[in-house]
């Protein structure tokens, strides 16, 4: 039997990416509810993410099974295959799917399926992304944003309050260049979550915009390690 350090993270880029890594892949997920002394256990996968409602919606794993869950007992899911556990008390459980809030909090295997480069708020690698103006219009505008630290799945950037009226979670994105790599096709992105965050620099109190964004394809390992 394998034994597995669990670690607990906040950080809602890592939880997000994750879950999101985990949808795109239709990871095997486990579900189980614990009642007294009986457990019921399903397997099933992650069929939708609602970023804008902050949902993810789990169905059985084999279509024509059912979910036969009771109850306002707690819910626990673990993913089989991108170290994540975490527990839900307020869901809607149907037949074919379970309704679930992005979780805040959760459990991680020690062992990190996508190792993180930190690069703070006043990094000196910018990002070069392009939304579009709006639905009806291939237009795009352009922005320069610091990198405030990257995986191979997720990228968070920091930026000036102004810009933030651009963005919501759910905006998808284009980056064209990441640090001094410039890309002929784009990254393609899903801004995950936006915070108000604040640090101290030279001993002044500075207020920036953190986003998250989920790569919808991993970046290569080469592009990852040259920002190492």
Known sequence: ???????????SLEIITTL????IDQSRVLVWQNLGERRIVHNAVIGNIDFSAGHVILVPSESHK?????????????GHEKSILFKRESVKIEK??????????????????????????NS??????????NSSSELRKEF???????????VCFNFNFKDQIFFAEGTEIQISKLGQIPFKKPLEGRVVYLKKVEFMSQG???SRIKMGVAFKKPVSEKIFQSFR
């Open 1 to 11: 039997m394998i034994n597995f350090n669990l670690r607990v993270t906040t950080d």
């Open 20 to 23: 999101n890594k985990m949808f």
């Open 66 to 78: 059912n979910f036969d869950f009771t109850g306002p007992h707690t819910v626990y899911m673990r």
């Open 96 to 121: 074919k799917r379970i309704l679930v809030d992005i979780p805040k909090e959760v459990r991680m295997f020690e062992k990190r399926v996508n190792p993180r480069v930190k690069l703070w708020f």
């Open 124 to 133: 000196p690698y910018l990002g070069v992304i392009g939304i579009k103006v």
């Open 144 to 154: 320069v944003f610091n990198i405030f630290d990257l995986s191979a799945t997720g």
């Open 204 to 206: 002044v109190r500075f």
